[in-house]
């Protein structure tokens, strides 16, 4: 039982602390690794879950949850990070129905893009550190990635081709 109320504070902590996408990817790393699972693991969550239809959040969430508890973490974890970013949403969404007049409003919200964006790189720098010693072959699969989507390519295709090239120079 204290394994799942860890696992539902985790990502209750993570959800009301960040903003559910990529960006809570750095926290998760934080909160999870070494407590729930290792570094390699994570590793391999979040690549799965870039390539896979849907949240990246949630799937790390489950895939968190099942790898600590089975089924029922995988349940309890989910449910941690869908009730308080629900409920908040509800609450933000009625405040600002209110007020989406005011200039104040677009104004906060263009200054939220450059940090969300740093939060980003940092937490992609932190997971490019520990993948582990990849030499050359993993600068180089970073670097046609990030032209490929500096160019507009789907991002779910930039991370499948990045893990086949991983398949094939690193096995």
Not at 50 to 68: E, F, K, N
Not at 107 to 130: D, H, N, R
Request: hydrophobic letters at 55%; glycine letters at 12%.
């Amino acid at each position: 039982m204290n394994l799942y109320l860890d696992l539902f504070l985790t990502f209750l902590k993570v959800n009301l602390l960040s903003t559910s996408g990529p960006a809570s990817v750095g926290l998760l790393y934080n909160e999870a690794v070494g407590k729930f699972v290792t570094e390699g693991e994570f590793v391999q969550a979040v690549g799965f879950s870039s390539v896979l239809p849907g949240s990246d959040a949630l799937q790390l969430a489950m895939y968190i949850g099942y790898a600590a508890g089975g089924i029922p973490g995988g349940l309890v974890a989910l449910l941690g990070s869908i009730l308080p970013p629900t409920i908040l949403i509800l609450g933000v969404v009625m405040v600002l129905h209110r007020i989406r007049r005011e200039a104040w409003v677009q104004s906060f919200v263009e200054g939220l893009t450059p940090a969300i964006s740093m939060v980003i790189l940092f937490a992609a720098w932190k997971i490019f550190q520990k993948g582990g010693e990849t030499g050359w072959q993993g600068w180089l699969i970073g670097a046609a990635s990030l032209v490929a989507l500096f160019l507009n390519a789907p991002a779910r295709i930039v991370v499948l081709v990045a893990a086949v090239l991983g398949v094939f120079w690193f096995s």
